[in-house]
């Protein structure tokens, strides 16, 4: 069977210092799978769209955010992540420059600025499988991570990366 994902992107905005980032605190929609969950910020790539395209749509549409550097740390494939299931690829990126100021919040729920140490030690409501790439995120390493982390029942039951 062919590996037919939904493309995504999930971006990291940090403050002028470093030290916190920008993320939506999902609480908006009780119908939203994410519910109660920390998440960066992101979505679909649309048909006409490369990644850094839909990352820059991304910020524009939910934080209101002009992003003036951006870098990919990786990509992850999320077998069964979906709510019905379904297989995600995600291109994770790192936003250390931007214009703009973030509203309060955005339709799926608030925007918070979190210490980074905070988020990467996962002391916060974010998915299970967070916690694991979370730290190849923001380490200052300036390889690439490309990971594959399986899910079944909202869990995920495998994680696996190479770095380039």
């Not at 934080?63 to 870098?71: G, H, I, S, V």
Request: net charge negative; hydrophobic share 40%; aromatic share 10%.
């Amino acid at each position: 069977m062919p590996y037919t994902p939904i493309v995504a992107t999930l971006g990291y905005v940090l403050s002028p210092d470093g030290e916190r980032v920008l993320l939506v605190h999902r609480n908006a929609r009780p119908d939203d799978q994410h519910l109660g969950k920390y998440n960066g910020l992101g979505g679909k790539l649309n048909p006409d769209e490369d990644v850094v395209a839909c990352m820059r749509r991304e910020l524009r549409e939910e934080a209101q955010l002009a992003a003036l550097d951006l870098t990919l740390r990786g990509t992850i494939s999320w077998p069964g992540f979906g709510k019905q299931g379904e297989d995600w690829l995600g291109f994770l990126f790192l936003i250390r420059r931007f214009s703009g100021a973030p509203p309060p919040q955005n339709e799926e729920g608030r925007l918070e600025w979190v210490a980074v140490a905070q988020l990467v030690a996962g002391d916060l409501p974010i998915w299970p499988g967070d916690k694991l790439f979370l730290p190849l995120v923001f380490n200052g390493d300036p390889r690439q991570f490309h990971g594959v982390m399986p899910y079944r029942d909202g869990q995920p039951v495998g994680w696996s990366y190479s770095w380039v």
